[in-house]
Structures are given as C-alpha cells and as structure tokens.
T-cell receptor, first 115, second 114 residues
Framework: AQSVTQLGSHVSVSEGALVLLRCNYS??????LFWYVQYPNQGLQLLLK??????LVKGINGFEAEFKKSETSFHLTKPSAHMRDAAEYFC?????????????FGKGTKLSVKP | DTGVSQDPRHKITKRGQNVTFRCDPISEHNRLYWYRQTLGQGPEFLTY????????KSRLLSDRFSAERPKGSFSTLEIQRTEQGDSAMYLC????????????FGQGTRLTVV
C-alpha cells in the first residue's frame, strides 16, 4: 500500500532563508509524487510533480523537489523564502500506481515565514 | 474555463439533516474525485468517477455518503443524517486522464454540523 510521511507539522523560517519541507513515501510500485500548497480556506494548488522522468523537478514559485529512490524521499526546497510562501504544504503519492488517479496525502506541513 | 467550481463554499446544518454539495469540473476533464479534509489532516480520498461511471466507492465513509455524476458532467455528494463528525472540508478535483496527470482541485465546501 502507498503512504506518505511528512516530517514536521510546522516549519518556521525567516524571509530569505532556505525552505526545506521533508517527505518520505512508501510505494509498492514506481511512484508518482506530488507537492500541493493550500492557503487558508482554499483548495489545493499543484506546485510540482514527479512522474518518473527527471529526478530533480522544478515547480512554480521557485520551488523544486528531488526524487531519491534510495532514501524513498521527495523533499521540497526553495532557496529563499518569501512572506507569500506562508501556507500549508502537502506531499502526495498516487494510489494504485496511478491507475485510478487518486492521491494519498501526508498530514501536511504548515510553513511560517518571519519578516 | 475558470477551473473546478464547488457550491456552496460553506454549509452549516443541524445534526440529522441531509446535505448535498455540487462540483463542476473543468469541462474537458473526464475524471472527477471527491476528498474529505478534516482539521490538521491531509485530504482523504472518498470516491471517483470516469465520465458518469463511479469506479471506486469503497472508500466512502459510510452508507450515509453517496455521490452521483449524471451525464458525466457535474457531480453531487450527499450526506444523509449528518453527524457532528461529518464536519470537514469536502474537496472536489478533476483530471483529464490521458495517462496519469495531476488533479485540479476546487476551493472546497466547508461543512459544519451543529
């Protein structure tokens, strides 16, 4: 069965500092992996996705993530945090190897950015 | 097209009442998904449709939950005899499905059962 673990329910960084949000996955088939962002009282917006092409994936708003099979990880990074990055971030893995298209989400990491 | 649309955005209901939520997917998308998100948790998959066919419903939380997608366009999610534990955000998503791609989410319907 597929699952996702996000380490740290809350991460706080200063504006301009590196953002690192951790995600480890478990999958019995080659995974498709995703990072979504959610602003308060909003739906989810896709930041980036890994679908077995390049292991370093670039997304929107300056975010990127690296797929590391040996570590079963897909951590999200951004070199320099901005105040507008404050939101909740969800890592997700495709269920059934993508055949159904539904996702299994982690519990989320709330990112705070201090001025 | 402005994306996935959900209605209403907020719903307050008394325990025991029935509620129905509507989702309008992106028009060319033939896959539609429903998720539930409770406070402090990630979204939890409930059910999905390929056009009008409901292909997975074993994850619906109880027999009080049902979903339809007549004519393969909009979808409705109904909760009968609501309970306080049903209070959550209900999210709808759609995807085009030529091969697996990401899902596009609506803004959700927040249900409060009092």
């Amino acid at each position: 069965a597929q699952s996702v673990t996000q380490l740290g329910s809350h991460v706080s960084v200063s504006e301009g500092a590196l953002v690192l949000l951790r995600c480890n996955y478990s999958s019995s088939v080659p995974p498709y992996l995703f990072w979504y962002v959610q602003y308060p009282n909003q739906g989810l917006q896709l930041l980036l996705k890994y679908t077995s092409a390049a292991t370093l994936v670039k997304g929107i708003n300056g975010f990127e993530a690296e797929f590391k099979k040996s570590e079963t990880s897909f951590h999200l990074t951004k070199p320099s945090a901005h105040m507008r990055d404050a939101a909740e971030y969800f890592c997700a893995v495709s269920d059934y190897g993508g055949s159904q298209g539904n996702l299994i989400f982690g519990k989320g990491t709330k990112l705070s950015v201090k001025p | 097209d402005t994306g996935v649309s959900q209605d209403p955005r907020h719903k307050i209901t008394k325990r025991g009442q029935n509620v129905t939520f509507r989702c309008d997917p992106i028009s060319e998308h033939n896959r539609l998904y429903w998720y539930r998100q409770t406070l402090g948790q990630g979204p939890e998959f409930l059910t999905y449709f390929q056009n009008e066919a409901q292909l997975e419903k074993s994850r619906l939380l109880s027999d009080r939950f049902s979903a339809e997608r007549p004519k393969g366009s909009f979808s409705t999610l109904e909760i009968q005899r609501t309970e306080q534990g049903d209070s959550a955000m209900y999210l709808c998503a759609s995807s085009p499905w030529e091969g697996f791609t990401e899902a596009f989410f609506g803004q959700g319907t927040r249900l409060t059962v009092v």
